[in-house]
């Protein structure tokens, strides 16, 4: 496979997936600009390399033109991220875009206007009626999929090659991810560094693991993490269980919990996950105690108490001391660490001691030679707030695409390029 070192882009037209999915606020300043930054390198070398760039991305979830999530609002930062004029194209289907990308000179950058404007980026239909009957629906979705088919062609009409760069969509089989590098033989379609890295990141904590291996699995809800837990089992050696997914395993094993949440159809496979862990000889730790509250505020009243004895109208929203000392005990000693989600309600000023004990265990245990990778949205938003991103490993930028390439899932967005 092609790599982007090995590629020289003189004179050439590289068409740049990128994930510039950023945070807005009402006046349309960017709140966090990460992901546009974590896209310089791959930018900057194809301009270092006296080739030019065509920029596609997606910004927000419209269901078609849409001011507010126009990519016009990110041009002018990213004409100081880059140091280069950007031009745009108002239009990634429109005359104008394929005039300004036919006229492009090597150093020059062109920003396409936001992909998901046309169904044809995911290929799903829209506007269908609600009340829609089955063949409609089939009718429509082969609609998509066909004009799809020339939407793909023209957006890879415009370039020489092709450069993925955004690992966050990597798990949809979108055109301008999975289907454009069809267009492409082998020589001229590669990872950028940052898929190249998140890519190299996933792989070595699947497979090329130094143990202890510990993954600290957060989240409210086990009905979204089974598939994660279930595929972890047979590669970790301890699996700690944090955040809203502790009440439905403490319920499970019949401790009260009072109004914390819980999936109550959840119970019994919340007691097959402990079963099959020590089946595996998997060291499950849970929490044994809870920093409880009277109501989901951060201003609610608190107390500690064991994890299996919360009252009734309490609730909890983070970990305990006791459980702080004993996920730190387990991290400190692991040499391969997975952290996603947080272990409380770390929005709340008063609930983020959990999440930042478990994250300065992780700092510690990453110094002593440990490798650690974070990854999710709210695990990254923990260690960026508590300022401890520098001293993991790896942060992924890529949370429902990390995810699912640790379920054991094929990503469309990675095989594209390795076909």
């Not at 991290?331 to 930042?356: A, D, Q």
């Amino acid at each position: 496979m092609m790599t982007i070192d090995q590629f020289n882009f003189a004179g050439k037209k590289a068409f740049v997936r990128v994930d510039f999915n950023v945070p807005l606020d009402e006046n349309f300043n960017i709140t966090d600009d990460t992901r546009m930054r974590a896209a310089l390198p791959t930018l900057k070398k194809i301009l270092a390399d006296n080739g030019s760039v065509i920029i596609g991305s997606h910004l927000g979830r419209p269901k078609g033109p849409a001011d507010k999530f126009s990519l016009k609002h990110i041009l002018k930062h990213l004409e100081e991220l880059l140091g280069v004029e950007v031009q745009f194209a108002n239009d990634c289907m429109g005359e104008e875009a394929a005039v300004k990308a036919a006229a492009l000179q090597p150093g020059e950058v062109l920003l396409l206007e936001n992909l998901r404007f046309y169904a044809e980026e995911e290929g799903k239909p829209r506007g269908l009626a609600e009340d829609a009957t089955d063949e409609e629906k089939k009718a429509a979705k082969a609609a998509v999929k066909e004009s799809q088919k020339e939407f793909t062609k023209k957006l890879a009409s415009y370039a020489d090659c092709y450069v993925n760069d955004a690992f966050g969509t990597a798990h949809r089989a979108h055109a301008s991810t999975a289907l454009i590098a069809k267009y492409f033989d082998k020589d001229n379609k590669m990872f950028g560094y940052l898929m190249e890295k998140e890519v190299k990141a996933v792989d070595k904590v699947l497979n090329d693991i130094q143990r202890p291996f510990t993954a600290i699995m957060g989240g409210s809800k086990v009905s979204s993490k089974i598939e994660i837990i279930e595929n972890l089992l047979n590669k970790v050696d301890n699996l700690i269980i944090a955040g809203g997914m502790t009440y439905t395993f403490t319920k499970a094993m019949g401790g009260k919990i009072g109004i914390s949440i819980c999936e109550d159809d959840k119970l019994d496979l919340a007691l097959d996950l402990m079963k099959k862990a020590k089946e595996k000889g998997v060291n499950l730790v849970l929490a044994v105690d809870a920093k409880i509250a009277d109501s989901f505020s951060n201003d609610a009243n608190t107390k500690f108490c064991p994890v299996n004895e919360i009252p009734d109208g309490w609730e909890g929203l983070d970990i305990g001391s006791e459980t702080e000392k004993i996920f730190a005990d387990v991290i400190k000693n692991s040499k391969t660490i997975l952290w996603n989600g947080p272990t409380g309600v770390f929005e709340f000023e008063n609930f983020t001691h959990g999440s930042r004990a478990v994250g300065e265990a992780i700092v510690e245990a990453t110094k002593n030679g440990a490798f650690s990778l974070v990854g999710g949205g709210d695990s990254v938003a923990c260690v960026n707030k508590f300022g401890l991103a520098g001293g993991v490993s790896y942060v992924s930028t890529g949370g429902g695409a990390l995810l699912e390439a640790i379920e054991g899932k094929v990503l469309p967005g990675i095989a594209a390029i390795n076909e």
